[in-house]
């Protein structure tokens, strides 16, 4: 993300989003039209017209097929966006990220007053010479995340789509296990499920393989370990889970589009 902020509209039919990825800023991702299945971390939600998806930075997710024509609005921001003014009220308006509810779903007013709120922040965005764009971004943006940061707090849990409990369990176990050796086969066996019913199952409920999945949890955690330890690569490496220094470098490069060393150098300079 080259800015502080980001918006951008798409229009497409069953297509889902073309790979797996998390990144280190805030998503909302709000529907116009038709509808969606979006898996984040270890929960899939049902995404129709007129409902937001709220994701957290570094989380996992990905859209599946929703097997008809779809109209979307995603916003990006990071942190410093929000927290130049409005740092004492920072808790409430990234409130819908952080609650067990990712998604609101709005009445036909509400729908209204967020798509205007939407194509104000497009025509903003659009327009890189105008005066103040940063700031009316902002204070767009901020009443997006009010609105939805009071309606999440008088809603009920929104049911999420049921996923199948043993992948559930395997998810969980691999989040708690990715710097182990890990491999579809001695997984679907922990679990009692043959590792070709394991790998469909897998696919269906999340969109990712078991291969992408594992490495997607252990190169996440080696990025946070460049940030916040001076541990060397090749003992990061080793920690995350792999044994060969070459394959992590290659996996590294293949996620963040960048080098493990270059990434490192990236973050010493902000």
Known sequence: MEEDFQINFARADNVAM??????????????????????IENRTYYVKKGSMIFVNKNHIHKTLDGGKLHERAVVYFNDTFL?????????????????SNRIVELNNMEQNYVENLLFQMKNEYNDRNRQGRSIFFQSLLVQLLLLTARKNAEMADVTYVPMNKKIYEAIDYCNAHFMKPLTMEG??????????HFSRLFKRYTGFNFTEYVNMLRIREAQRLLRETSCKVIEIA???????????NRKFKEITMMSPMEYKKLIKSK
């Open 18 to 39: 073309p790979r797996l990825h998390y990144h280190n800023h805030f998503e909302i991702y709000y529907l116009f039209a038709g509808e969606r299945y979006y898996y």
């Open 83 to 99: 927290e130049q003014n409005h740092g004492r009220d920072l808790d409430l308006l990234l409130s819908p990220f952080l609650n």
């Open 187 to 196: 997984v679907s066996a922990n679990f009692y499920i043959s590792s070709f």
């Open 238 to 248: 080793e920690q995350v889970g792999y044994v060969n220094i070459t394959h992590f």
